[in-house]
């Protein structure tokens, strides 16, 4: 399959809204659904990536096109110390209790790989692997010397990419159950030298 991997823009913040809530499984569903009453979550979860200089913003992801369609999307930033420094004004206190495990399992001076996701009609065909390469490269030429995720040890056939790709189990947490989240088990933090 012949397709391009280029910088996200503005006009594709519905695209990594959506790549965000398929490879979260569940986890952003129970946190935004109805934080606005009326809308879809995939418009709550929007202004993510419409924040500028937010770590979540549009300016650190890529999509894959091929024809004017979006196929993939990769979204990934230095993780350090602090956290972000843009507060989500959306994320209510009463259920930030479901990023617990993702608070212990961080890999301070990375780069880290939030979300990566194919549409099903384009899965298998290597979109999700050029996309992991765009940010792995994009941490190399910042200066990052490990690359690290998360991912659900449930979700076998990510694990087995990742693994694939060098990334290691360095630490596990037990997800916090939520009737949303489609996995059980533990949350995995993977990290790749560089």
């Not at 200066?143 to 990419?161: D, H, I, K, P, W």
Request: charged share 20%; glycine share 10%.
């Amino acid at each position: 399959m012949d397709f391009a991997i280029r910088p996200a823009q503005v006009a594709d913040i519905p695209h990594l809204a959506n790549a965000l809530l398929e490879a979260a499984g569940g986890l952003i569903e129970a946190v935004y659904e109805g934080t606005i009453p009326g809308r879809s979550t995939e418009v709550i979860v929007e202004h993510l990536f419409s924040r500028p200089g937010a770590k979540t913003s549009f300016e650190n992801a890529w999509v894959a096109e091929a024809g004017g369609e979006v196929l993939g999307a990769a979204h990934a930033f230095p993780v350090g110390p602090g956290g972000d420094s843009t507060p989500d004004p959306l994320a209510r206190a009463e259920r930030l209790y479901l990023y617990e495990p993702f608070q212990h399992l961080r890999a301070d001076g990375s780069y880290f790989l939030m979300a990566v996701a194919v549409h099903r009609a384009h899965r298998g065909t290597g979109i999700g692997t050029r996309l992991i390469a765009e940010a792995e490269a994009a941490a190399r030429a910042q200066g990052f010397a490990e690359m690290s995720l998360t991912v659900f040890a449930q979700n076998a056939r990510a694990v087995r990419l990742y693994e694939r790709l060098g990334y290691e189990e360095r630490a596990r947490r037990p997800i916090v159950p939520h009737e949303k989240i489609r996995f059980g088990g533990d949350l995995l933090l993977m990290v790749r030298t560089l």
